[in-house]
């Protein structure tokens, strides 16, 4: 089964959720606000999408991290301890889709149409 993981809050995350509903695509919502970040998926999230699609880059919680903090996330290792810190670092949604079609971040109607052919 297909999980969303972000925050209720989130626009984005509003309507990646709306999409899916729309298409009939029965899925999980975890809340990062409520039941955390699962540290084993965000492991293999490092992995594929990778830690460079992962860290978002342009919210505010990057632009409110001081300069010293921006400049150490380099890598998987740097990243993954930004992002347990700062869960709203995180670019949402993130979206395991299962086995047959891995994990994307963000939400773009016309990608999700194409690659999951709804």
């Not at 409520?34 to 594929?48: H, N």
């Not at 860290?55 to 921006?70: A, I």
Request: charged share 30%; with cysteine.
């Amino acid at each position: 089964m297909t999980t969303l993981y972000g925050i209720t809050n989130c626009d984005t995350v509003k309507r990646a959720r709306a999409w899916l509903d729309e298409h009939g695509v029965a899925y999980r919502f975890h809340d990062f606000k409520k039941e955390g970040v699962p540290e084993d998926e965000l492991d293999q999230w490092l992995r594929a999408p990778g830690w460079e699609a992962l860290v978002n880059r342009r919210g505010t919680t990057w632009r409110r991290l001081d300069d010293e903090t921006r400049a150490s996330v380099v890598d998987a290792a740097s990243a993954r301890a930004a992002l347990l810190a700062n869960p709203s670092l995180i670019k949402r949604p993130v979206v395991n889709w299962g086995p047959q079609h891995g994990v994307s971040t963000g939400f773009d109607a016309a990608q999700w149409k194409k690659d999951h052919a709804v």
